[in-house]
C-alpha cells in the first residue's frame, strides 16, 4: 500500500472563485508543488498516475458532518470530466450528480451540526477508456444509519424522503400510500 499526498482543507461555508473552468485549466498538467494545494492538484495527481502507470487510483475524501465531503467529491469528479474532454453528450458527471438529490434524500437527514447530513458512506468508481475519458460511474452506499428511522435526538430529523413523501400527501398519486402531515421531529404516516 502506497499512501500519496494528503489535503486537509477547510470548508468555509460560503462559494469561493477557486473551483472554475479557469482555475481546473491552471491545475491541468501541472506537478504536485507547482501550484498551491487543492483538490484540484490531488485530482490531478490521481489522473496523472493512473495515466502514466496503467493503475487504479483512490482519492478518499474524510471528515466530520458539515466538512465538506460532498462538495469536494463533485468538485473531484468535475476535475475528471474537463481534463478528460470526455466527449459523451450528456457528461457521466451530470448523470452522477442528477442521482444525488435521489441519494440525498434517502440517506440525509438534518443533524445539530448540518441541515443535510449524510448519515451514509458513499463509493464512487469512475470508469475511464483507453484514452482516459470517463465511460461511466457506480456509486455504491454503505454505514446507513438505521436506528434515525425510528429515533432522532432533539433538534435532528429522520431521513429527508420520510418528510417530503408526508408533503407530498394530498398528491394524488400518493393518497393510496395514506400519508399523513409530518412535525419537525415526529413523522404522522401510516
Same mark, same amino acid.
Given at each position: 500500500?502506497?499512501?500519496? !499526498?494528503?489535503? *486537509? /482543507?477547510?470548508?468555509? =461555508? $460560503? %462559494?469561493?472563485?477557486?473551483?472554475?473552468?479557469?482555475?481546473?485549466?491552471?491545475? #491541468?498538467?501541472?506537478?504536485?508543488?507547482?501550484?498551491?494545494?487543492? !483538490?484540484?492538484? *490531488? /485530482?490531478?495527481?490521481? =489522473? $496523472? %498516475?493512473?495515466?502514466?502507470?496503467?493503475?487504479?487510483?483512490?482519492?478518499?475524501? #474524510?471528515?466530520?458532518?458539515?466538512?465538506?465531503?460532498?462538495?469536494?467529491?463533485?468538485?473531484?469528479?468535475?476535475?475528471?470530466?474537463?481534463?478528460?474532454?470526455?466527449?459523451?453528450?450528456?457528461?457521466?458527471?451530470?448523470?452522477?450528480?442528477?442521482?444525488?438529490?435521489?441519494?440525498?434524500?434517502?440517506?440525509?437527514?438534518?443533524?445539530?451540526?448540518?441541515?443535510?447530513?449524510?448519515?451514509?458512506?458513499?463509493?464512487?468508481?469512475?470508469?475511464?477508456?483507453?484514452?482516459?475519458?470517463?465511460?461511466?460511474?457506480?456509486?455504491?452506499?454503505?454505514?446507513?444509519?438505521?436506528?434515525?428511522?425510528?429515533?432522532?435526538?432533539?433538534?435532528?430529523?429522520?431521513?429527508?424522503?420520510?418528510?417530503?413523501?408526508?408533503?407530498?400527501?394530498?398528491?394524488?398519486?400518493?393518497?393510496?400510500?395514506?400519508?399523513?402531515?409530518?412535525?419537525?421531529?415526529?413523522?404522522?404516516?401510516?
Amino acid at each position: 500500500l502506497v499512501v500519496g !499526498i494528503i489535503l *486537509v /482543507a477547510i470548508n468555509p =461555508y $460560503k %462559494q469561493l472563485p477557486i473551483y472554475g473552468d479557469a482555475i481546473i485549466h491552471a491545475y #491541468s498538467g501541472q506537478n504536485m508543488g507547482d501550484m498551491d494545494p487543492h !483538490i484540484f492538484a *490531488v /485530482a490531478e495527481e490521481a =489522473y $496523472k %498516475q493512473m495515466a502514466r502507470n496503467n493503475k487504479n487510483q483512490s482519492i478518499i475524501v #474524510s471528515g466530520e458532518s458539515g466538512a465538506g465531503k460532498t462538495v469536494s467529491a463533485r468538485y473531484t469528479m468535475r476535475y475528471f470530466a474537463t481534463v478528460s474532454k470526455s466527449s459523451s453528450n450528456a457528461h457521466v458527471e451530470d448523470k452522477v450528480l442528477a442521482s444525488n438529490p435521489i441519494t440525498e434524500a434517502v440517506g440525509n437527514a438534518k443533524t445539530t451540526r448540518n441541515d443535510n447530513s449524510s448519515r451514509f458512506g458513499k463509493y464512487t468508481e469512475i470508469s475511464f477508456d483507453q484514452c482516459y475519458q470517463i465511460i461511466g460511474a457506480n456509486m455504491r452506499t454503505y454505514l446507513l444509519e438505521k436506528s434515525r428511522v425510528v429515533f432522532q435526538s432533539e433538534n435532528e430529523r429522520n431521513y429527508h424522503i420520510f418528510y417530503q413523501l408526508c408533503a407530498s400527501a394530498m398528491q394524488p398519486e400518493f393518497k393510496h400510500l395514506k400519508l399523513g402531515m409530518s412535525q419537525e421531529n415526529n413523522l404522522l404516516f401510516i
